[in-house]
């Protein structure tokens, strides 16, 4: 047990019990969003792609509360750096700027892409004349999740592994 606050994780790193929780859940989301994609592209299974990124998204927004709740409660810093009190370097907080742009830019275009889908197709699903833009803004949205996982995980590595 240490003396950070909040839980400790799981993983053997210095990252809190949440930290190490959404550090393994993106691998998931990686795998299940390109799953989603590969159903609707090879198999043409509309209404299951609609299902599972509706799903996606809302298991995110709940993940991302109770991540930023616990943030706010006990902070990362002092576990990013190792003791009470520490400031993370440059090179971490660089690395958490990254990732908070492509995590923010997710975010509205996850918005934007299921908000224009969910008023221009039918239910259930067919392709329409919306599809070419939702195929455009949606592979934007996919490779932006990919890019957020990828730069929290060098983050991760750098602020509590390394």
């Not at 930290?19 to 799953?35: P, R």
């Not at 908000?115 to 329409?128: D, L, T």
């Amino acid at each position: 047990m240490s003396d950070f606050p909040g839980w400790d994780g799981f993983l053997g790193s210095r990252a809190s019990f949440m930290l190490d929780f959404v550090c393994l859940a993106m691998v998931a989301v990686v795998f299940v969003l390109g799953w989603s994609i590969w159903q609707v592209r090879r198999h043409s299974r509309y209404a299951l792609h609609r299902r599972v990124q509706l799903a996606l998204a809302a298991v995110l927004l709940v993940v991302l509360v109770v991540f930023e709740v616990d943030v706010r409660l006990h902070g990362w810093q002092a576990r990013a750096v190792g003791e009470i009190g520490g400031k993370a370097s440059r090179l971490v907080m660089a690395s958490l700027t990254i990732h908070l742009f492509f995590a923010l830019t997710t975010v509205f275009l996850w918005i934007l892409v299921i908000a224009s889908a969910w008023r221009r197709f039918p239910n259930p699903p067919v392709p329409n004349e919306h599809s070419a833009m939702h195929r455009r803004w949606g592979r934007l949205a996919a490779w932006d999740m990919v890019l957020t996982s990828v730069t929290g995980w060098v983050f991760y590595v750098l602020a509590f592994v390394v």
